[in-house]
């Protein structure tokens, strides 16, 4: 199948319809005006489209498939991701980048598992790289050091029993303003972590 891109009157994707492969090539063939257009003959515009675009879903012509809010420069032909933040800019491919390079140490181990990913965000407020590990840890990048440095710590260890029943896991949250770590099941039931027992208490009880 292949697929139109409608546009609104400043090139943003609105949304990605299908269209019959056999129509695009009686009538003008990839990438043609004339098939977008016929494909327009039988597929109105919404409220806000003035125009449709051929797109690739695997990416093989105008840079990329087209997704909504995404941009289509008709002087490049490609369709452009939406500017993930203000900051960020287009570099040579026309791909967003940040103002800081992306970091380069991407995972870490502990005792019980190696090479475990970060979880890492852009802080747009500081114009940094941030991360946080599986127990909460917070950290940021240091583009001279190139390490992450630790900004924040949990004042109470990370809960070290994770699942319940049938190894499900609990999803777990820091409340700051009891400093404790809270644990819900599936049916959102809610249980407070004990340091001294290392156990789970329901808070109904």
Request: aromatic fraction near 16%; charged fraction near 25%.
């Amino acid at each position: 199948m292949a697929h139109y891109a409608e546009l609104d009157k400043n090139n943003v994707v609105i949304r990605v319809l299908t269209a019959c492969n056999q129509d695009i090539a009686d009538n003008g063939g990839e990438l043609s005006e004339q098939a977008a257009n016929y494909f327009g003959t039988y597929t109105p515009f919404s409220k806000d489209g003035v125009k449709w675009v051929q797109t690739s879903y695997h990416g093989n012509f105008r840079k990329q498939y087209a997704a909504i809010g995404y941009t289509y420069d008709s002087v490049k032909d490609k369709f452009i991701i939406a500017q993930p933040f203000a900051s960020w800019v287009l570099d040579s491919n026309d791909d967003w980048k940040a103002p800081v390079e992306y970091p380069t140490i991407l995972t870490y181990s502990d005792q019980s598992e190696p090479n475990i990913s970060y979880h890492i965000s852009w802080d747009e407020n500081n114009k940094k790289w941030v991360a946080e590990d599986k127990y909460r840890n917070e950290y940021e990048w240091s583009t001279q050091n190139l390490s992450w440095i630790l900004t924040w710590e949990p004042p109470v260890a990370y809960p070290t029993v994770k699942t319940y029943g049938d190894d499900r896991r609990y999803s777990i949250s820091w409340d700051e303003d009891n400093q404790r770590w809270i644990g819900k099941d599936n049916e959102n039931n809610e249980f407070i972590w004990i340091p001294s027992s290392s156990s789970w208490i329901a808070t109904g009880n």
